[in-house]
């Protein structure tokens, strides 16, 4: 030690610094090697624990999928509540396709410790086809009867072989009957468990607040022990819910809220906050304008409806009210369904009466005034008054008043937007197709499934053919895919000519497809969707959502 302060004091003041500079020089770089080696031979891995909070605009109702319309209740069930596709071990289908066996797995629980059987899988079916309980899924579940085999097995029967069936079985939620079971169907939503409910799912509940005047502001899930699954990461899942946008936006802001969805293109200021993801995730949803020429028949005029609908700028409205966010259709088949091989099923036929057919239906004021013209000639200048009906939302309010706009550029001059309330479109408007021309969105469980929305049977409520569209040939390929057992291909052709079909009749002008949006902090992991049938389904892979993380060696 002596030496080394003689070596020291013998060092010029200049010998001194340099070697300063050289010890920290080399401690900077022995950390930085330090850290790269571990950057390199390490990874950060999701761990339990931590919590992430989802923020609404509106109140849950009733958190029961089998009764429920309300999507904050659908969302919040798909947390709770198992679906029968995940609860099975076996399917079995019989050689005329007409009976399915379905075995569940083995030691399934509820996560109050009640045993999950195939009581609970026939009870659930059974209440959504019983009419006094007004299911939203009956459409799905009508004409099944159904067998009690043993506590784990249950038989299905259905009239004819129904190509979808699978896609419901996986959509559908299982209801406890030892919760249930003594309720009548007509009496489901006085239940105090459709806010308390007992499920089978990766999140059970815990507790929820409300405010003096009854308004739910939290509720909050934990991580269901008894969950057949993977376990998800995080330990606690809260939903915040506030009155309007500006409320939420504002949580969001000040990291009250860890993130939301919507249909909707989220604002530019929620863009511009720092550590924020934005997820475009392709749902199968169109938004169309429907004639109903049993309302108004003028709407049976080819000329009338290529008036009204080359009439539309379509880019236009996608720029100016969704922010560029949407993607035009021409088709109640959406684009992205469509195969790699679509083209070689085509032709150039097809390809030229596709061509044609755009042509005939872009947007050209001047061809639609031509059009509008032509139809005034046929109708001795008849007086038109157009009738339009639309949800009470602000883009679509919007949308359809810029559209009266352009129809009334061509020279119709009489044109009423009326704007119902959401929860009252369905008793007022659609039920009873009250309407000239309805704006209106569909969405579309199975895309190639077009009975729903294009079956002539389904021209009145509860079907939803909103344009009451009526075709033979249509409804023999519409059945054909429904029961026939084809192959992609084959299902693929039949489809093209079912487009083809309907777009020669124009029964309605098709607008455009949107995304849903997911926004949230970038502390939040393991979020993935390339597709949402609803958007409940962004839950598909809640086991792989993570805020917290630790380091460990590859």
């Known amino acids: 030690m002596h030496s080394i302060k003689k070596i020291i004091a013998s060092l010029s003041k200049k010998e001194r610094l340099l070697i300063i500079v050289l010890i920290i020089v080399f401690a900077l770089s022995l950390v930085s090697f330090i850290a790269i080696n571990i950057n390199e031979q390490s990874t950060f891995m999701p761990v339990q624990g931590g919590h992430f909070i989802e923020g609404f605009i509106g109140q849950p109702i009733a958190i029961n999928p089998i009764i429920s319309n309300n999507q904050i209740d659908l969302d919040i069930s798909a947390l709770i509540y198992s679906r029968l596709f995940d609860l099975l071990a076996q399917n079995e289908i019989t050689d005329d396709g007409r009976s399915h066996i379905f075995k569940l797995k083995n030691d399934l629980v509820w996560d109050n410790g009640e045993p999950l059987t195939s009581d609970d899988v026939i009870f659930t079916i059974k209440t959504i086809q019983d009419p006094t309980s007004h299911s939203p899924l009956a459409k799905n579940w009508e004409g099944v009867v159904l067998e009690r085999l043993s506590e784990l097995q249950i038989k299905m029967t259905l009239a004819a072989p129904y190509t979808f069936l699978m896609e419901g079985v996986k959509r559908l939620p ?27 799912g990766p999140y059970r509940f815990k507790k929820f607040s409300k405010r003096r005047d009854g308004f739910i502001t939290n509720y909050h899930l934990v ?83 290529l008036a009204l609908t080359s009439a539309i700028n379509r880019n236009e409205i996608i720029k100016e009210f969704l922010n560029g966010d949407a993607l035009i259709i021409n088709s109640p ?5 469509k195969k790699p091989w679509a083209d070689i099923v085509n032709g150039p036929e097809t390809e030229k009466e596709i061509s044609e057919w755009q042509e005939k239906i872009k947007y050209n004021p001047e061809k639609a005034k031509e059009y509008f013209e032509n139809w005034q000639k046929q109708n001795k200048k008849a007086e038109l008054t157009l009738n339009v009906f639309v949800p009470k939302i602000d883009f679509l309010e919007k949308i359809a008043n810029s559209i009266a706009q352009s129809w009334q550029t061509i020279g119709i001059e009489k044109i009423t937007i009326n704007v119902i309330e959401t929860e009252n479109i369905l008793d007022d408007v659609i039920k009873t197709r009250n309407y000239d021309i309805l704006l209106f969105g569909n969405v579309l469980e199975n895309p190639e499934d077009f009975f729903p929305f294009w079956h002539s049977s389904q021209r009145f409520y509860p079907g939803l053919n909103l344009s009451l569209y009526q075709n033979q040939k249509a409804d023999k390929i519409i059945e054909n895919i429904r029961q026939k057992e084809l192959t992609e291909y084959e299902r693929y052709i039949e489809l093209k000519k079912l487009e083809n079909l309907i777009l020669e009749e124009n029964p309605a002008v098709f607008l455009f497809s949107m995304p849903y949006f997911y926004i949230h902090t970038d502390r939040l992991e393991g979020f993935t969707s390339d597709l949402l049938i609803t958007p409940a389904d962004r839950f598909r892979n809640i ?11 590859k």
């Open 543 to 553: 086991n792989k959502w993570n805020v917290a993380r630790v380091r460990v060696i």
């Open 223 to 305: 991580v269901n022990e008894k969950y057949f699954g993977e376990k998800p990461y995080i330990n606690d899942f809260y939903f915040n819910f506030y009155e309007n946008i500006n409320d939420l936006t504002n949580a969001f802001r000040l990291r009250q809220v860890n993130g939301f969805g919507s249909l909707l293109p989220p604002k530019e200021e929620i863009k511009q906050i720092t550590q924020v993801k934005l997820e475009k995730i392709t749902m199968p949803k169109y938004y169309a304008l429907f004639f109903n020429s049993l309302s108004n028949r003028y709407l049976k005029s080819e000329n009338l409806r």
């Open 333 to 337: 088949f959406l684009e992205y369904f």
């Open 174 to 200: 299982i209801l406890p009957k030892h919760i249930f079971g003594n309720i009548p169907p007509a009496n489901l939503r006085l239940s105090a468990f459709n806010l308390e409910p007992i499920g089978s």
